[in-house]
């Protein structure tokens, strides 16, 4: 017997494309089964969503985007941003019982929003985030950021985790350090790019630079500045995307650069596979995109990120990716130096096919 569609709401949030783009095959795989999808959020992310499912219906949902402080300090801007942080956390909920109320939603599936939660229909987090990595300065504080982070996944009736349950995966102490909660299970890397062909490349000459600029400002803005002053002053060849998916698409060259806002799922997908060489941040759908097209990368962590400096580190000590902090970016030295590192090896984590039942 052909089970019933299901109605379900998908929610990222707006941290930056990465929660969007992940939240890609999920979408994908859940309208292959036949269900209902219907989209929320706020901001880039559900901009590229639109882009992606032009078919689907789109709810604005409100949600937190702090930014970032050009000081790179920002876990002491986040604590300072707390109480914004636990307000946004009660309204999203509120709203969405207005939502669940109208709309009759079966199932409820949040990327990294903690009110996305209902008594009135199953509700899903995606996280990799069981932990919060802390400064050096607060490492002590990382068992207890621990198990607030267990009592919010707890809220939910299931917490999916997109990474290899063998550490240390893709994302480390972030989901394997500490024991998971009992409604958490892995399911392997979410990417929205194939995993066909790409196999064995080499490339001779002058490397093939793709730069991927993503996150809130004003760091964002700021690394895209370096990169492009610093490759226009060793006159080399590269393409940048600026992760403005609600820009026009419209082509900039500046020296022997190509400047785009964005690229849909398929082309950035035949650019990276094209790429000797990827500058971008560690967030880590950046490196599950990445992992599953076997790229080398170098990563440039966002100032002030624990998360992102950590991710960073780990694979730079795996001996898969150099890592450089912005202030201290050289790319003159930094590419070669990057090129000798092995990359992401395709079946460092194995992308899920068909683990999503609900």
Known sequence: MQPKPLHILISPLDWGLGHATRCIPVIRQLIKAGNQITLAGNG???????????????????????????????F????????????????????????????????LISDNRYGLWSKDAKSIIITHQVMIKA???????????????????????????????????????LSHKFPLPRNARFIGAL???????????????????????????????????LVIKQLTQLNL???????????????????????LPHLETTELESLISASSLIICRSGYSSIMDLSVLGSKVLF????????QL???K?????????????????????IPEALKYKGFERDFVTPSSGALYL
């Open 237 to 259: 060849s590269a393409t940048i995307l600026s992760g403005k998916p609600d820009l026009k698409k419209t082509v900039v060259l500046i020296n022997r650069l190509t400047i």
């Open 310 to 312: 950590y991710l960073a």
């Open 191 to 225: 990417t929205r790019f194939s995993i066909a062909g790409n196999v064995g490349r080499s490339f001779f000459g002058e490397p093939k630079i793709t730069v991927l600029i993503s996150g809130p400002e004003p760091q964002r803005s700021l690394f895209e500045d």
């Open 135 to 173: 400064p050096e300065w607060l490492r002590f504080a990382e068992y207890p950021l621990y198990r607030i982070s267990r009592l919010m996944i707890s809220r939910f009736d299931e917490c999916w985790i997109p990474d290899a349950k063998e550490m240390p995966g893709l994302s480390g102490d």
């Open 300 to 307: 440039v962590p966002t100032p002030g990120q624990t998360e």
């Open 44 to 74: 880039r992310s559900l901009v590229l969503l639109q882009k992606e499912f032009p078919m689907l219906e789109c709810i604005e949902l409100q949600g937190f985007s702090p930014s970032y402080p050009a000081s790179g300090k920002m």
């Open 76 to 107: 002491l801007h986040l604590l300072l941003l707390l109480p914004r942080f636990i307000y946004s956390i009660f309204r999203e909920h509120q709203d969405l019982k207005t939502l669940v109320s109208k709309h009759k939603f079966d199932v």
């Open 314 to 334: 780990l694979h730079q000590y795996l001996g898969v990716a150099l890592w450089r902090s912005q202030n201290k970016l050289n790319l003159e030295s930094d």
